[in-house]
């Protein structure tokens, strides 16, 4: 408005609020904003509304009812699917624990907590049985982590899979998780000094197992009872999961039910047929726990449209499982050109990191693109650098740039460049 | 166990855990852990679970169902009610959005998001009405706050109010909030020079409204809508509510409909009848908006019992709307003695913080308490010294230390030593 006017008042507010807002009206609706008729007072103004405790455990308005996870199909086993988080409708790191993503592998067990019990034995001087009374009276740590599962955007290996961040992008989310540091347990039980990797084993009825290093175990894996901030649900572990920061979510075993202390990795189903990844040689890359540096732009993506052109904020989420994320680039020419992306704060170690670039669309194709730098230096590399290294036979580990195409009409598609 | 075979073991354990483990398992059920029996196989691990996307949204577990928001009671109007956050069922420090504290002045409005408007107007030189569309294609950012209502504790100024942390301290969360700061869109209108407080407007049937001092309104008040990662709950202010950092939880006003620029307080009834401190002389202190230093130990909690001697993790929440939590101390003798317990990172400004304090409970009475320290350099007061200066007429604004007596019989109450 006033930017048209007078440039040097748009030139103000762009420096003073740093994203252009001068030229974010230009074309937005907000150019339609300063109207003449006066506010017009709602019915829901006029009548008293629902009663405190209307639900006593609250619920997302009936306007929302279109953000659910969702699952990419049926299944021959119901319970060995996936759903994922609507990464399109979310906003910050927080991810709501109603909309945290699933991979099951026997569905989810309903266990009573009282019933649970946790079995330490194996390589140990003291085998114990472990209530979760017992467990939660132990001295606990909350931490903020994000969790991905190793197939996230696995269908982004043989070309862009498919038109949409939720099923793209959304085995992936972010909470503040309790419980009790898995070495508390372990100094309780005695390693015996022969132990070096650990077996763990949900209670679900396909008995989840994966092998577990014990430096992983004696460094940050926690036995984790609480998700931002209420017990953990069913579908992610309840009562009791293990929680290992930065390593592909599957290993973080749900409903865990037994520790056991070996010499050597189990070779269990999980981390040989399954979860490793195939390159060209026929050979397979075992034990690649680590989730690398990633970022994808949740906004606009392939789920969204742009109505018209004009000022945009461009959002999007970065992470890696080697720490802290230190620098997230945007493109909006398709690569040829990169910016710094402003990172919200907190930034912490091993969550989701969201950015920020304010964006002005001048209608013309284009191609939007991140790139994420963590703390260590590694770069998220290019889709053609990471199918050069590994082939296309793996169906994990995919951690390329990710590219939006916006079409003339605003229409976004995902596309590799 | 090993601790009372050998002593160098259990004090080591105790060095590394820092939680005094050794000693943790004398008299705790952890001393029968190291059973002969096997690890029973529990009915759920032997059948098929629920399928994926049992609750595209997800819900908490049958188990947990008496983990909910509970009112202290009815009132004439169903909608001009409270509810409280179960804090001593929670850990860590974020809020589940659906056990997030109610004040409500005429109930719930049901707002169509598309229907919504934002009016700003009065001292401004581009009065402008936005639609959400409007607003959220505008800058945002995400921060975690905590949110109280100034009546939290009120029941405490005439000695122990309840024998409950969930109805003493119940109106206090803290979550991850999205939203435009409202600088951004008050830069866009064009305050006037003359302009020096806003009235802030509620589409609920109250009307709620509050002057907000425009200083405030430029540093950090933020228009949200979205709370947890997801938009806004109903009950929360759904699709918009201001937020302003630290000031008591009314001003916030949910639903918000209008922004009206002025030059004075505009002096509606929640900040004259309402929202102020009676004082002994029978004068009002009158825009008491900062939420003072607090802390309070939500375990234990007269809404536990502890079942037998031993180790116990105390723990417990701090905030301030000054900033960030400095330190936190804490007593197990009543106040005759006070240690510095640990704080949960990350600490964050003006938002809940967590601590943890390890102690050993030898079976006798004794009086826990907590005392909070802010980055200015402010303490929490004991109850004796707020009453001497305020008097007892007031019904806000009561932050003094919480003392929890814990009897041999394990049974904790509220007092004031």
Redesign the interface.
Known sequence: ??SKKNPEAGRR?FL????G?GG??VG???TT???AEP??V?P?????????????????????KN?????RGATP???A???MTPLQ????????????F???H????????E???L?VHGLV???????M??LV??????R?HFLECSGNTGREWKGPGTASLQFSHGLLSCC???GVPL??VL??V?IKPEGAWILAEG???A?MTRSIPLSKALDDALLV??Q?????????G??LRLFLPGFEGNMSVKWL??LKVGREPFMTREETSKYTDSMPDGTARQFTFLMETKSVITFPAPDHRLKEKG???I?GLAWTGRGRIKRVDVSTDGGRSWSVAQL?E?V?DRALT?F?F?WRWDGAPTVLQSRAVDETGYVQPKATQLVEARGVESNYHFNAIQSWRVASDGVITNVQV
Do not use: C
Not at 90 to 96: D, E, N
């Open positions: 408005m006033s507010r003073r609020g740093g994203a807002l974010a009206l937005a609706s907000l904003g300063a109207r506010l017009t709602a829901w103004s006029k009548t008293p509304g629902e009663p405190v405790l209307w639900h006593p455990y609250g619920q997302p308005s009936p306007y929302e953000v659910v996870r969702r699952s086993i119901p319970g699917n996936s759903s409708n979310l906003h910050g790191i927080i991810t709501p624990t109603g909309l945290v699933e991979r099951h026997a569905g989810i067990p309903q266990i009573d907590p019933q649970h019990r079995a001087a003291r085998p114990t049985i472990f209530t009374e017992d009276r132990l001295p606990s740590v909350s903020i503040e998780w309790t070495s508390v100094e309780e005695g209670a679900d009825s008995s009872y609480a931002n901030g209420e017990r953990l649900r069913p579908e992610h309840y009562p039910r037994r000022f945009y904020e959002s919200q907190p912490l969201r920020r304010p």
